[in-house]
Every structure is written in structure tokens, then in C-alpha cells.
């Protein structure tokens, strides 16, 4: 086999969500064909979403239908030079338009969905105001400073874990300027050794003020995710939110519904309090994919303040609408990536 039979072969893959092949998509950066084994680097920058696991599959699979073995790796060419954040994969934001719509709940249990698929995975409570992830995942220890000033995160449940209530505790309201608030941000960004990670979920604070523009603009981030309820849509905080982030040129890679169908733990129905498909309706009407709907279920609460996330417990139905929306945000973060290198 030489390497125009490789092309070849690379050609009878598809990207479904691109609708093209891998080759004339330019996601093959590059391979090199030594006797039976083919290395080969893939421009695919989400590890772990379903969606690209599928493409690498199906380019083992070409290759070992044609005798080949394939050597992998993955890359995304010119994320190489940046130099915030070198070593992190995919920023992602969780945002809202006000306060008490489960951002946090969302951004926790995104981070430790992604990680119980297996990513290498930091999790960022920007909010500085009301900083409660540290409680939502029960974090037990606290950040090391080494000898030349950086900062070991704490981890737990597989993620790197950094929050200003490690710094001041939970319930000290801190009452900052713009430029202390930039500071201290920026630190927590930077000086932390976050070191390699596929994904770096960031809880912002909520509303559209100047933290969240400080953040956008420190922060290389690939893209937003908006979190809406059904009452939030209809009162147009939502918005605001997304209005925010197209003037800043943020991607917003999709809505979250939560709190939209109540799971009632006493008969075990569900019931549309506020009416139901808002989430939807309003991804729809702003042309945004619509990541997921999760239900309103008294276990979330339990869950966050038991400091288990309830996208960890295998039997929990609302875990598997949390494990499909983090499913459905990694596929969404790839096809961002795939989309900046393809042709
Ligand atoms: P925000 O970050 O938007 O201010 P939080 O994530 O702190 O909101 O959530 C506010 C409250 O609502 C918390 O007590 C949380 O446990 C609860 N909560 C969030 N999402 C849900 C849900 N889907 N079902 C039940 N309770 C929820």
C-alpha cells in the first residue's frame, strides 16, 4: 500500500455533521504508511464525544479492513501558538442571563460528565460573587502553592477543580472594583497548573456584566453554552445573554433547558409546570443547536448538596439527560474545532 491507497481508503470517511469526507474536509493533517502500520494525525480536538469517537473508529476500521493498522493521534493545528492556556484542548463557558437558573448546577455536572467518559478535565467557578462549586462536589482539599508561586488545583472526581472560595470561603461576599475582579481572575487562569486537559468547563457568574466580559476577553474559549428556563425564556433574560456574547464573537455552541419538565418524586410523573419545548423554541427561533432539556427533579438539589453530582449516579434518569446534554456539548465543541480547520 502506498500513500495514494491510504488516501483512498481515508476517503470512504465520513464526517457526518460536516457532510463530506475526512480527506477533502482537510481533517487529515498527516500519515505516514511504514509496511503494514499507517500513522496518522486526524484534525479532531473533542476526545471523548461521541461523534468523533465514531469518526476514529470508522478510520480504524477502513484501514484494518485493508490488512493496515492504524497509529493514531489527534490535533488541532493552529490552536498550537496560543498561548493562554496552552496545554487545555476546549474552553467552554456555561453562562446565564440571571442568577438561580442552575448555571453552576449545569457547569458542575457538565465537567463531571465529561470526565466520567473519560477526559482529562478542569473545572473553573468564576462566579466570583457567589463561588459554591467547591460544595457541589464536596472538595476535601484545598490548592497547593508551590515553590515558584503557580498553584496546584485540588481534584476530585477526576477534575482539577479552582475556585475563588478557595481563596476567600464560601460566604464572604466580596465587593470588588473592575480591575481587582480582572486581577484576580487572571491569576486563577494563569497561574494555575492546570496542565494538560481536554476540557476546561467555566462557571460564569451570571448576568452580562464587566467579570463576564473580562473573562471573554482573558480566556481563549471555544465556545458557550447558555443556560435558560423555561420562565427565563419568557422573560427574556436569556437574551441578554446571548446578546453578550455576539458582541464579543464568542461561539455559542447551544441552549440547556433546566428546570423543565418537574419529576415528581411522590407519584413519579412528569409535569409541565411552566409549559414545555421553551428551551427549544428558543434555540430554534436564534438558529442555536438545542443541547438538552433537564428536568426539574429535587434529586439535582439533594445531589449538589451532598456534593454528588447527579450526572455520576448511573441510575438516575435526570443523570442520563445531564450525561446526553455533556455528550451533546462535546460533539458541539468538536464541530467548532473541526469546522475552524476544514476547507
Ligand atoms: P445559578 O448558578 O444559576 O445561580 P444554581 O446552580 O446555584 O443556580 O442552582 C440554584 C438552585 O437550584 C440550587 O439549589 C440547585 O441545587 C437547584 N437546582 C438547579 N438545577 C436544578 C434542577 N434541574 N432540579 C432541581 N433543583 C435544581
Given amino acids: 500500500m502506498n500513500e495514494d491507497d491510504v488516501r483512498a481508503l481515508l476517503r470512504d470517511v465520513e464526517d457526518p455533521a460536516l457532510g ?31 461523534a468523533e469517537t465514531d469518526i476514529a473508529a470508522r478510520v480504524r476500521e477502513v484501514l484494518s ?27 467552554v463557558a456555561v453562562a446565564s ?56 488545583p485540588p481534584e476530585k472526581y477526576g477534575m482539577k477543580l479552582m475556585s475563588m472560595a478557595f481563596m476567600i470561603g464560601e460566604d ?25 486537559l481536554d476540557y476546561l468547563v467555566v462557571d460564569l457568574p451570571p448576568g452580562t456584566g464587566d467579570t463576564q466580559l473580562t473573562l471573554l476577553q482573558t480566556v481563549p474559549l471555544t465556545g458557550a453554552v447558555v443556560v435558560t428556563t423555561p420562565q427565563d ?10 446578546r453578550m456574547f455576539g458582541r464579543h464573537d464568542t461561539t455559542v455552541l447551544g441552549i440547556v433547558e433546566n428546570m423543565g419538565t418537574f419529576v415528581c418524586p ?3 410523573g412528569n409535569h409541565d409546570i411552566f409549559g414545555s419545548g421553551g428551551g427549544e423554541q428558543f434555540a430554534d ?41 455533556a455528550a451533546e456539548t462535546a460533539d458541539m465543541l468538536g464541530l467548532v474545532n473541526r469546522r475552524s480547520v476544514s476547507r
Avoid at 438538552?292 to 449516579?313: A, C, F, H, K, Y
Fill in 97 to 152: 442571563g440571571k442568577g438561580g437558573v442552575g448555571k453552576s448546577t449545569v457547569a458542575v455536572n457538565l465537567a463531571a460528565g465529561l470526565a466520567d467518559r473519560g477526559a482529562r478535565v478542569g473545572l473553573f467557578d468564576a462566579d466570583i460573587y457567589g463561588p459554591n462549586v467547591p460544595r457541589m462536589v464536596d472538595a476535601d482539599d484545598h490548592p497547593q502553592a508551590t515553590e515558584n508561586e503557580t498553584i496546584v
Fill in 65 to 91: 479492513d485493508a490488512g493496515l493498522e492504524a497509529d493514531l493521534t489527534a490535533a488541532i493545528p493552529d490552536r498550537a501558538g496560543k498561548d493562554v492556556l496552552p496545554g487545555v484542548k476546549n474552553v
Fill in 20 to 50: 463530506d469526507n475526512i480527506v477533502s474536509l482537510g481533517l487529515v493533517n498527516d500519515f505516514d504508511v511504514d509496511g503494514d502500520t499507517v500513522t496518522i494525525s486526524l484534525a479532531l480536538g473533542a476526545p471523548y464525544s461521541p
Fill in 172 to 196: 464572604d461576599p466580596v465587593i470588588w472594583r473592575g480591575p481587582m475582579v480582572h486581577k484576580v481572575l487572571t491569576q486563577l487562569i494563569e497561574d494555575v497548573e492546570w496542565g494538560h
Fill in 285 to 325: 427561533d436564534n438558529e442555536l443547536p438545542f443541547l438538552g432539556s433537564i428536568p426539574l427533579d429535587p434529586s439535582v438539589r439533594t445531589g449538589s448538596d451532598e456534593g454528588q453530582p447527579v450526572v455520576l449516579d448511573d441510575d438516575n434518569q435526570t443523570g442520563e439527560s445531564f450525561r446526553e446534554f
Fill in 233 to 242: 425564556v419568557a422573560v427574556d433574560d436569556a437574551r441578554k445573554g446571548l
Fill in 266 to 268: 411522590d407519584c413519579g
